[in-house]
T-cell receptor, first 117, second 111 residues
Framework: EAQVTQNPRYLITVTGKKLTVTCSQNMNHEYMSWYRQDPGLGLRQIYYSMNVEVTDKGDVPEGYKVSRKEKRNFPLILESPSPNQTSLYFC????????????????FGPGTRLTVL | SQKIEQNSEALNIQEGKTATLTCNYTNYSPAYLQWYRQDPGRGPVFLLLIRENEKEKRKERLKVTFDTTLKQSLFHITASQPADSATYLCALAQGGGKLIFGQGTELSVKP
C-alpha cells in the first residue's frame, strides 16, 4: 500500500531532551516536507526537500533540523525542544513536479502529536 | 510575503445544497492552486489541483474555479452530504519548492 508513515504517533517529552520524528514513504517520491499544525495558525511548512541531500527552510524552521540521506526517509529533529514546539506534525511527500519548484499534490502521513512539558 | 485567506467562519449548510468555499491570495501569481480535505486528527487529503491557465476543473461533485485577476479560487461541492463535513484547505506554491496553506474552512452539512 502506498503510504507515508510517521513515528511516533504520540510523544510527550520534556524541555531540552533531543528527539527525532521519523518519516518514510514508499512511493519513490522526490519531494518531501514537514508541516506543523496549530489551532488558529493552520498548516505551516517547516522544512522541505526536493531531492536527496537537498533541503530548504520553510516558513517556520527555527528549532528544527532535517536530513535527507536517502529518498524514502526524511526525519525531523528537535535538538532542544521547547514548549512552543508542542503541536501536531505532518510529514508529506509528492511526486516529481511537472513545473520545477512547484510541488505537486501532497500525500500526508497520519501525524505526530508532540507535547513538550 | 504570500498570504492566503479562507473563510474563517465555519460554513453550515443543509444536505443537498451547494457549498461554496473561498480562497483569496495576495502578493503572488501562483502557477497553480491545490485543495485538500482534512478530517479531525488526520492528515489532509488531496482533492484537486487547478493551473493558472485553467478557469475551472471538475471531479465528480467537486468544482474548482481559479480567477487570477481577482486572485481567488472558489471550491464548490454540489449535492452536499453529511459525509462532506470536514475542513477544507487551499494551498499554493511560491516557487522554489515552498508550499503555503490557508487556515482552512470548516464545513458542516446537516441532514
Amino acid at each position: 500500500e502506498a503510504q507515508v508513515t510517521q513515528n511516533p504517533r504520540y510523544l510527550i517529552t520534556v524541555t531540552g531532551k533531543k528527539l527525532t520524528v521519523t518519516c518514510s514513504q514508499n512511493m519513490n517520491h522526490e519531494y518531501m516536507s514537514w508541516y506543523r499544525q496549530d489551532p488558529g495558525l493552520g498548516l505551516r511548512q517547516i522544512y522541505y526537500s526536493m531531492n536527496v541531500e537537498v533541503t530548504d527552510k520553510g516558513d517556520v524552521p527555527e528549532g528544527y533540523k532535517v536530513s535527507r540521506k536517502e529518498k524514502r526517509n526524511f526525519p525531523l529533529i528537535l535538538e532542544s525542544p521547547s514548549p512552543n514546539q508542542t503541536s501536531l506534525y505532518f510529514c508529506a511527500s509528492s511526486p516529481t513536479p511537472q513545473l520545477a519548484g512547484f510541488p505537486n499534490e501532497q500525500f500526508f502521513g497520519p501525524g505526530t502529536r508532540l507535547t513538550v512539558l | 510575503s504570500q498570504k492566503i485567506e479562507q473563510n474563517s467562519e465555519a460554513l453550515n449548510i443543509q444536505e443537498g445544497k451547494t457549498a461554496t468555499l473561498t480562497c483569496n491570495y495576495t502578493n503572488y501569481s501562483p502557477a497553480y492552486l491545490q485543495w485538500y480535505r482534512q478530517d479531525p486528527g488526520r492528515g489532509p487529503v488531496f482533492l484537486l489541483l487547478i493551473r493558472e491557465n485553467e478557469k475551472e476543473k471538475r471531479k465528480e461533485r467537486l468544482k474548482v474555479t481559479f480567477d487570477t485577476t481577482l486572485k481567488q479560487s472558489l471550491f464548490h461541492i454540489t449535492a452536499s452530504q453529511p459525509a462532506d463535513s470536514a475542513t477544507y484547505l487551499c494551498a499554493l506554491a511560491q516557487g522554489g519548492g515552498k508550499l503555503i496553506f490557508g487556515q482552512g474552512t470548516e464545513l458542516s452539512v446537516k441532514p
